[in-house]
Structures are given as C-alpha cells and as structure tokens.
C-alpha cells in the first residue's frame, strides 16, 4: 500500500515483519525508503516547497515520554505550521525507555525511536494534502537538514516568544505564534527550547492541554486538513484488520459481513504506575484531560469541594474491577436504550496491566453478560505492529461503537479527539 504517491511501500510486508522475537526492534527498512523517496523532497519543486520554501522545525517537541502526549504536541504543532503556510518537519517518535516494548541499551546512548509514519498516516507524516491544500507539504527531520541547513535557519527560541502569549487562551496563543511565523521573512525556522526555567517549552505546553484553556482551539483544529486527514499507519490498519476477527461472538459466523466493531464497546484501563498517578492528580483537584473537558460530554467529573469528592474521583481514576463492570453495565443499558441501534455485546480491554487481575475482570465481565471479552494481550502482532501496538489500540477504540475511557488520560482524550472528528455520536464517548 502506498501512502501519497510516493515511492516504495509500508504496507507491513517487508521481511522485518517476521514473528521472531530474537531479532529484536524492527528496523523499518520499507518505510525509510519510502520516507525518503516522499515526493516533496525533491530542492527542484517550485515555492513554497523545494529549495525557496517556507518550513519549521519544532525542536522543542516533547520527547522520552508517553506516545499520546507527544502525539497531541505534533498534532497540534503541524496544525500550526499549516496555518502559517510553512510545511511541518516531522520527527522520530523518541520513546520514554521505560514503555519501550524491546530490549534497550542500558547505557541509554541509544535513544529508542519508532518513525512518525509508522504510527499515523496523513499530512502531519508526510501524506498529501487535498488539491491546492495551500500549504506546503511535511517534510521529514533529514530533508530538513537538506533543503535548510544550520547556517540557513533562523533559530526562534521559546523563552523570546512564550513570555509574550502565558496563560491566554488556546486559540490566542496560535493565532500570536501564526503571525510570528507567517511573517517571518526567512524559509527555513526552527523553534528551539530555552536552555533551562522552562520545564514544557512547548508552544502548546502542559498548562494549555491540562485545562479549558484548550477547548477554544477546536474549531480551527477540527476544521483543519492535519485532522481530517489524519488516519491509521498502514502498519497500524494491517494490525487491526489481522485480528478484527476476535470481536466476533463464537456463536455467530466469522464469515458475516456486519462490521465486527458495531457490537463493541473497548474499556481504556490504565493500570500498573497509573496508581500512583491519579493519586497526584486527584489530591491536586486535577480535572479531565485534553479534549475530554468538553462540556457536552457524558459522565463529567464533580470538582466540587464536597465530603467524599476525592474518594470519588479517586475510585474512577485507578478503577476497580467492580466499578468497571457496572459502568459497563450502564454504558451498554444506555446505549440499547437509543433507537435504531444493534446489539453491544463484545468489550475490548485496552490496557498495559498482563496477568491474573485481566483474567478476573474477563470472568466478571462474562458474568455480567457479555459474550465475549478482548484484551490488548489477545491480539496477535509482527514486530512492526507491536512496536506500534499503543497506536494499534487506539484505531480499535476509535472504530468500536461506543468507547469508555478514563477523563484523566491523553490516550483516551487521543481517542476522544479521533472519534469527534470522525463525527460520532458524542453519547458513544464515555467516561469511567
């Protein structure tokens, strides 16, 4: 499958697919070959693209940490770059060791890192816009070091710009930065980090995704092509066409032509350090997260300054098993309760917990009636879609009919902000 019309496949066929887990990390031979050969990098092509073009590098993208920060940081940094009509330099996902799904180098000299298109694909990766997108196309970080070396870059650093822009509102703050790039008379930008003081030089840092400051930027970032064009890697649509299979009840044909996610409801459960995390956050009064703050969605979180509301809070945070089976329960009663609708009947269990506590929440879920029960650790992978198995879960959650999600977590505000673009029915978006 090729994506843009660019040379050379990823479509997750190439020999480093091989089940083998000796051999380690993939090495994404086909997609750096197809990375390179992507059809902008070429210095001949006419402005704003090739060697006159307009482009910017965010050096101060958040890095070595969880997939579903960074990817809401490169998001909304390209959506930036496109409105100020620079092409955006897309980046290697650098992993946060810790989450790294293969063995690393305890040296940590070796920084582990997935390429960007093998997690998503679309203009942010490199895709093409639509006809006449009015912007230049992405570039990758090594066309950048090409079409705009060192001494040809204007280096832009945060502690000049973000001083300028603290704590206003989101849309504010991309509009302040859209004049400051669309007027800048150099073609080649890079936003650099000040060198210390700033523990989130971001241009849309912590403080903007942490609260509602963020919510006034969806029209502009809904509207835009980064998202409506935003879709699953090759590597990742493979991945959930291979197993989509399990979301079949054994009691009816695997050979039907119904969709198998139309019966699904997939549960986001973040277990293991995430114990110690909402407590921080729930002592700290700390509300939803990212685009789960949005007013019109269901199950909202109770703020108030009430006896018991840190208990509460606390008990949807780092849930229980029998919490979850009774929102479960409630989630698919409401949801039968619509007209025209089918039969959910099927959970997937998004989660990073392994062991007996799934296999006990399987058997809870089972006696409460559902008829079949999917975890993260079900599904069968190479080492491609493994290495991109977080990104896997998410295009699963975004494809079930109903998703529950926990308020406090990027991965599911990720989620949340796919299935509000894909215009699903905000009563399909629940909250634990």
């Excluded at 054994?250 to 139309?262: C, D, V």
């Excluded at 277990?271 to 703050?293: A, I, K, P, T």
Aim: negative net charge; hydrophobic residues 35%; aromatic residues 10%.
């Amino acid at each position: 499958m090729n994506l843009g019309g660019s040379k050379g496949s990823i479509s997750g066929t190439t020999p480093d697919n091989h089940d083998d887990e000796n051999n380690g990390a993939p090495k994404y031979t086909a997609l750096r070959k197809w990375e390179e050969g992507l059809p902008q990098h070429n210095l001949s092509l006419p402005f704003p693209e090739g060697k006159t073009g307009r482009y910017v590098k965010f050096s101060n993208q958040m890095n070595a940490v969880g997939w579903n920060n960074v990817f809401s940081d490169v998001l909304m940094s390209a959506h930036l770059a496109y409105v100020s009509g620079r092409g955006y330099v897309f980046q290697d996902y650098f992993w946060a060791q810790q989450h790294y799904p293969w063995p690393t180098d305890e040296s940590h000299e070796v920084v582990p890192r997935t390429p960007l298109p093998a997690l998503v694909a679309g203009p942010v990766s490199g895709g093409p816009f639509e006809p006449d997108g009015g912007a230049p196309r992405s570039i990758s970080s090594a066309w950048f070091d090409v079409v705009c070396p060192p001494e040809e870059r204007r280096l832009l650093n945060t502690r000049d710009v973000k001083p300028g822009i603290a704590y206003a509102p989101g849309d504010d703050t991309l509009v302040y930065w859209q004049a400051i790039l669309r007027d800048a008379p150099e073609g080649c930008i890079e936003i650099v980090p000040q060198d210390e003081g700033d523990w989130f030089p971001q241009v849309f840092d912590l403080g903007i995704w942490g609260s509602t400051r963020l919510l006034s930027l969806w029209d502009s970032f809904a509207a835009s092509p980064i998202s409506r064009l935003l879709k699953a890697s090759p590597i990742v649509g493979a991945a959930v066409e291979r197993n989509q299979h399990l979301f079949t009840p054994e009691q009816e044909s695997q050979h039907t032509s119904r969709e198998p996610f139309h019966r699904v409801l997939a549960i986001h459960i973040r277990r293991g350090d995430y114990e110690g995390h909402c407590g921080s956050l729930v002592s700290q009064n700390m509300g939803f997260y990212s685009w789960n703050q949005f007013p019109h969605l269901l199950d909202r979180l109770d703020q108030d300054d009430t006896p018991g509301r840190e208990e509460r809070a606390r008990a949807r945070c780092f849930a229980d098993r029998a919490h979850i089976v009774r929102k479960a329960a409630e989630v698919r009663r409401d949801y039968h309760g619509k007209e025209n609708v089918g039969t959910l009947d099927v959970v997937y269990i998004l989660t990073n917990e392994k062991g007996g506590w799934i296999d006990e929440l399987r058997e809870d879920l089972r006696g409460d009636g559902w008829a079949r029960i999917v975890s993260t650790q079900d599904l069968v992978l190479d080492r491609e879609q493994r290495d991109v198995g977080m990104a896997v879960d998410m295009e699963i959650g975004r494809k079930a009919e109903v998703f529950l999600g926990n308020g406090w977590s990027s991965f599911t505000a990720n989620i949340v902000y796919e299935r509000l673009i894909d215009k699903r029915d905000p009563l399909t978006i629940r909250f634990i």
